[in-house]
């Protein structure tokens, strides 16, 4: 009787570490269906969000609990949801503001913002006040900014959002509970938290539950992990979903029950709501569902159709409302969705090729033996899927023999030891058993760790010469010392920002781990060839589709990371697959080393690799996230914002000025201001862009217009921050007010070392009023 409180205790511990990731997935995914249906229709307001999300949860809590929950130790689970609280809390203590549009953040920020108090999309360009369809006639005119694409549209064109819409539909319900931006600049810190929740439930099921509170520490030390938690970006949502995918796919391999199947599949194709990367695991996803499906898996086959009609439901809102952003992506984007076609179909082929083959034969697939096999049995001990890779533990709690894991699946005796398999027929009374194969695979995986660390040597990455990020690139070679070439994407360095933030020693743990599990991958495949009857079956491991996708997608991230490589911004792309599954799978190679020396060590070498181990994970990631654990960037810019917003008037038309030649001042006019503007403010706003000889006539015509319109035209441009007029308004002849002037920061900008401190930013902005033809200043 003493037993059952702790009984209890870890019940509802295990619950915690096992489902609180699929649960934070569930709702990540119900606030982008929702927005999907209700954005469109310009009803994304509380009034109508609030009550359909509470629609949405008795699905979705169905759905929760076809997530096996198993027993975990209540110190770990424990530990592991304090370990995320202290995350959330520290990236919410030093959460980024921007506001003002200089880099993607802005962009997510302004979109969340829009959402929260304009209710719909498209944005609504107001082009009526500068005159209608007949000011996109005016020279060097338009309503787009970086983040905000102008598009055919009503009136004669209209504004929408760069990005996907899942994650500003996230952070836009962080406006509403806080009445304002602090809500949205906090929301990024919450999902972070809730994704380390899902690393640990992933790791309690891979490696074991005593395993989670390393992983989650682990991961959450990562400066990547720790700045998207702190940024307005898409990667923390992502993150959730991926994560969550990840953990309840390992639950389907295990329990074999297609509905665990489909909400799995879901959950990576509805990824695709917040991420378009997330078409690249899909793709991994559906030929390594086929090889289980070829070995007679029921969950394998459901699940690659619901992560495909998945993704098809998050294309459709990416397709309508962000197809401007899927052009830009074209070069990346076209490979997946080929690539996903491609593998589809093949896969598709040759599992029906081979079920085909099967019924003509009359028996079974090799890995079934009648009604029982329904749903494959899991030894449930919080190290199931980990043991049968060598790496488990047998540490954690465990139902008595031949109980089954999930509520649906039937109870069955244990399955046999590992049976003789054969490759070909017996000979000389023995079973021909083949070796090379799995080392072959381990060696292949070597061989693509090698090629990717030692690629600087060998290889340097390009991108276009006309890429937007060139001139950038080249401004940051020269302010470093570098050597000058602005279409070096530095992709063959990736590698190398893995072990700035996990550290060697970690990547190489990964890297060991992944080489065995692909040997154990392939003599799981061998040994379901042939059984041996009366020898028993071999069940698939759950490991095998988080390992295969999760090592795929990131040798495809780092070969192409397809991101401006200054950092911290470049390192995003690490974020949601890469750290992750390098952690992970490092995780599992340390707990192998533990369990090796318990069984096989004194004492005191078994602490020493214990040690070791935790300290090789947790040392250097914490090491380079130290330098940058305290800088809260951006800071201010909603006050600034709210000063320039006070600074304009009823019938204002504001344009903010481009073309100049001195320090960059008018590119930051054009390319920060114009949505801010219409979003924050609610004025009419977009740029110019023109000559300076041409200047004059395309103002003279556009203040007719907005005058026409009933307004005023004011222009608007940022300066230099040292308080001089900015030339562009000056060579005018106008006489421009200094709107705010403030001092923040922003994160560095390096291309080859790690970020380490932020740097000081200025913002500043002036106006002026346009008087129109006849009555304004003196040209020059």
């Known amino acids: 009787m003493a037993s059952t409180p702790t009984l209890r205790g870890e019940r509802i511990a295990g619950a915690v570490l096992w489902r609180a990731g699929p649960a934070a997935a569930l709702a990540v995914a119900a606030i982008g269906l929702a927005a999907v249906l209700l954005v469109p229709l310009h009803l994304w307001q509380p009034v109508v969000v609030l009550p359909f999300l509470a629609v949405l949860a008795v699905p979705g809590w169905r759905l929760l609990r076809l997530v096996p929950a198993r027993p975990a130790p209540v110190w770990a689970s424990g530990l592991s949801v304090l370990l995320a609280a202290g995350f959330t809390l520290w990236a919410a203590w030093t959460h980024g503001e921007q506001v003002v549009l200089r880099r993607d953040a802005g962009s997510y920020a302004l979109f969340a913002q829009w959402l929260a108090t304009r209710h719909g999309l498209p944005v609504d360009a107001h082009l009526g006040a500068f005159g209608g369809a007949a000011a996109l006639g005016v020279p060097g005119f338009s309503l787009g900014s970086p983040g905000f694409f102008q598009v055919p549209g009503a009136g004669g064109a209209t504004v929408l959002p760069q990005f996907l819409l899942g994650a500003p539909a996230v952070y836009s319900l962080g406006w509403w509970a806080t009445g304002g931006w602090t809500g949205v600049f906090v929301a990024p810190a919450v999902l972070g938290g809730l994704a380390l929740v899902g690393a640990g439930g992933l790791t309690a099921r891979l490696v074991g539950p005593r395993w989670a509170p390393l992983a989650v520490a682990a991961l959450g030390l990562t400066q990547p992990v720790l700045v998207a938690a702190r940024t307005t970006f898409s990667e923390p949502a992502a993150l959730v979903l991926v994560l969550a995918a990840a953990a309840i796919a390992v639950d389907a391999v295990e329990v074999d029950l297609p509905r665990v199947g489909v909400l799995a599949g879901s959950l990576a194709g509805l990824a695709g709501l917040v991420r378009v990367d997330s078409l690249r695991e899909v793709a991994l996803l559906v030929p390594v569902c086929g090889v289980l499906g070829l070995r007679g898996s029921r969950a394998a086959v459901p699940m690659a159709v619901a992560a495909l009609g998945a993704t098809a439901v998050a294309a459709l809102p990416a397709v309508a409302l962000s197809w401007p952003y899927l052009e830009v992506v074209d070069d990346s984007l076209r490979p997946l969705v080929v690539a996903t076609v491609v593998l589809t179909a093949v896969s598709g082929a040759v599992l029906a090729v081979v079920r085909v083959r099967r019924r003509a034969a009359h028996r079974p697939p090799a890995d079934h033996s009648g009604a029982s096999e329904r749903a494959a049995l899991v030894e449930v001990h919080s190290g199931a899927a980990a043991s049968a890779t060598g790496v488990g533990p047998a540490d954690g709690a465990t139902y ?110 990964a890297w060991g781990a992944f080489t065995v599990l692909a040997a154990r991958a392939t003599r799981w495949w061998l040994d379901t060839r042939r059984t041996v009857p009366g020898a028993g079956t071999v069940r698939a491991p759950g490991w095998l589709l988080p390992a295969a996708v999760g090592l795929g997608s990131t040798v495809l991230t780092l070969y192409r990371p397809g991101i401006t490589p200054d950092h911290p911004w470049a390192d995003r792309r690490l974020v949601v697959v890469v750290l992750p599954t390098v952690v992970t799978a490092a995780v599992a190679a340390v707990a192998w080393a533990v369990r090796t020396a318990r069984r096989r060590a004194p004492a005191p070498v078994l602490a020493l690799v214990a040690v070791v181990g935790v300290a090789a994970l947790l040392v250097p990631a914490s090491v380079t996230t130290a330098r940058v654990a305290g800088l809260a960037t951006e800071r201010g810019e909603p006050w600034v914002v709210d000063a320039v917003c006070a600074a304009l008037h009823p019938g204002d038309a504001v344009v903010a000025l481009g073309g100049g030649d001195l320090d960059g001042g008018p590119d930051r006019s054009t390319n920060e201001w114009p949505q801010v503007i219409r979003g924050v403010c609610g004025r009419p706003s977009a740029a110019l862009i023109t000559e300076p000889e041409r200047a004059r006539t395309a103002l003279d015509r556009l203040g007719g217009l907005v005058r026409g319109a009933g307004g005023r ?54 106006t002026a009023h346009w008087p129109g033809p006849g009555t304004g200043p003196p040209g020059r």
Do not use: N
Request: charged letters at 20%; zero cysteines.
């Open 400 to 509: 008595p023999p031949g109980r089954a894991a999930h509520p649906e699946a039937p109870d069955r005796p244990a399955p046999t030891d590992r049976p003789e398999v054969t490759d070909g027929p017996r000979e000389g009374g023995r079973l021909r058993r083949v070796g090379w194969a799995p080392i072959v695979a381990g060696g292949l995986v070597v061989v693509v760790g090698v090629l990717l660390a030692t690629r600087p040597w060998w290889s340097v990455a390009h991108q276009r010469a006309d890429d937007p990020s060139v001139r950038g690139l080249e401004d940051l070679q020269r302010q470093q010392g570098l050597p000058v070439d602005g279409t070096r994407t530095y992709a063959e360095q990736s590698l190398i920002w893995v072990t700035w933030y996990t550290g060697v020693a970690t990547l190489l743990l």
């Open 713 to 766: 035209l004011v222009l608007l441009a940022a300066g230099d921050g040292r308080g001089t007029a900015p030339f562009v308004l000056t060579r005018l002849g106008l006489h421009p007010t200094l709107v705010v002037r403030a001092r923040t920061s922003e994160a560095s900008h390096w291309l080859v070392r790690p970020a380490a401190e932020a740097r000081a930013l200025r913002v500043e902005v002036w």
